[in-house]
């Protein structure tokens, strides 16, 4: 996870992921392009709107495998800490905020904003659970 | 989880039914005030955040048995088991964001994103378990 | 990791339900442990070689050494 690695499963993960990334990209954008523009029915529908959510839970799988190629097993500790701080960031994070939209009218979070909110969380997480073996 | 003979696990379901019944006296409460009063501004905010403090309350309680759990194959097998949860949840709410954006799908209330979360959480771990057998 | 978890155990007469309680841990974990799927961490290990009065090297064995 970090910049300058020699661990070769954390280099794979961090191309991996970001080809996973460049696929959610290029996903989005043709899922956008196509539901705006064709106005399509159906299963069409359906399918474009989960073309980018392939690529998410691709890296989500990348997350998992990483983890179990990870010979380091305090590194991988402290990854599974930083994942579950960032899920319970994360649902605090969409709890307090779906109350607040439904009953005191506040802006209204896009459902796209889950996946950036959780790797944002998690990266935070991360840095604390780091900070706490220094 | 499944033995109540365990001491954590018993604890954990006390502590999760509390949360629950907070959970409901607040979500009744904050209604019964804004359809009667209707408050506006930082009231209005900090009832709307009060059914929120029990779900944060149950979290903490779940990271709480997570530490105390002296089981460590059970943890991990949870903890496998929340992974798959908010993968499959992440994907759901992306799917759900582009046909709400662009093919007019009813909104996805947020606060649902939780429970969505334990119901994936819940279909996982037999599944995980079933690959121990 | 390859363990003589079973053998230790039929020498006792035990059954992964007694070793569970024994370690208090479920039998599901006795079961994973045993089968080689789940590596316990040292805290468990010790625990392990203490209730069968031996070594951790005399319970389990890495494959690789």
Known sequence: MECQTNNPAARRFTVRFIVAMAFYAVFSILSTVGLLLWHPNGVLTWLLAILPALPISGAVALIGRYMHEEKDEFQRDVLVQALLGGIGATLVVTTVWGFLEDYAHFRRLDLLMTWPLYIILVGISYGLVKARYR | ?133 | MKNRLKVLRAERDWSQADLAQRLEVSRQSVNAIETGKYDPSLPLAFKLARLFETTIEAIFSDENG
């Open chain 2, 1 to 133: 989880m499944n033995c109540m003979n365990n001491p954590v696990a018993r604890r954990l379901m006390w502590r999760l039914t509390i949360t629950m019944v907070l959970y409901v006296a607040f979500l009744v409460l904050a209604v019964e005030i804004f359809v009667h009063y209707r408050p506006t501004g930082p009231l209005a905010w900090l009832l709307a955040v009060l059914p929120a403090l029990p779900v944060i309350g149950q979290l903490a309680v779940f990271g709480l048995y997570l530490a105390e759990e002296k089981d460590e194959f059970m943890r991990n097998l949870q903890i496998q088991a929340m992974l798959w949860g908010i993968g499959a949840t992440l994907a759901v709410t992306t799917a759900w964001g582009f046909l709400e954006n662009f093919a007019q799908v009813p909104h996805l209330d947020l606060y649902l994103v939780y429970p969505l979360f334990w119901f994936f959480v819940g279909i996982s771990t037999p599944l995980l378990k079933a690959r121990y057998k």
